[in-house]
């Protein structure tokens, strides 16, 4: 019998950070597409966004994360590069393209304890959907690295000292069981794929925490001139995580013109007897979070015509930034762009 395409083509080499949530990102792609009869082989690259420690910045670049592994790519060491979406800058870069956003993971944040914290109540936070922060005495230290957290952090809890904190996920676990934080937030979908659900933690609901654009989701490049990849790894597209996407990452790059203030939003899908909307919520916030601008729209899609669903992603994205900035949105303070 005739041996199938795939299985006499070249393994497709897959570019990764080797932070263990970068490997697992990259080893789920590489059994995903194993499953569709590929052949693959993973490649760990060292990304300055791993090693480098220092707190945020106003030095601090854009795609410190995604630029290494995009340059494995351009040399020809890699043909797939795997991403956290929410790293990736929306900079349009036609060396690239964006070949599959893979079914999307909780866009949740959690707020995570430390080991033996007596603010960690499990039974409260088992019963579900109150503020994590209830937890949390007056003064309590929190860490994260991230402007959006922290604004939201001010906005609900002005008595919190929040703390810059940098490193991967396991880093940041030891600085908070080694006493430097009360807790840290961080996003729910890395600690599902580090199976590290045993730790003390609690989600935010989407009221108090909205994620960052593609907060959840993967990202997954190929070289445009890369045909072969770009079959490969479109099968691994879900029509609905790339919709919901498109939209956040819409609004990113529609107020980056004149805004670099904290952003946050998610987008879904919302199918009743009526057909399927997308939805769209946004806020854009002071850098110290006593300013916020919010905005929801929603449109409908047509899930036959990936065409017009993109469009439409675009045009809500589009919206909801156009009425973020016509109420003031680039007059909120300047701030640092950051990597969540
Ligand atoms: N900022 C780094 C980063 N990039 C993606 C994730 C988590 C996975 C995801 O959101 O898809 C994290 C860690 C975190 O924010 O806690």
Redesign the pocket.
Known sequence: MAPTSSSDAPRLRIATRESP?AMWQAEHVAESLKNRGFQTVIVPLVSKGDTDMRPIDGTRQVGL?TKRIQQALVDDEADVAVH????LPTEPDNRFALAAVPPR?SVLDALVFADNSPHWNASSSASGSGSPLACLPQGSRVGTG?TRRLAQLKQLRPDLEVLPIRGN?QTRLAKLNAGEFDAIV??H??IL?LEMTRLPHQLFPLDEMLPAPG????GIEVRSDNPNALRAVSRLNDAAARLAATAERKVLSELHGGCLAPIACHAHLDTSDQGTELCLNAIVMSADGNERLQEQARVAVTPDDADLEVAAAHQLGTLVADRLRANGADHLIRTVRD??
């Open positions: 949530l994360f956290s979406l929410k790293d993971e991230s996920v961080l996003a979908a890395g794929r907060q959840g989701a993967l990597d969540s």
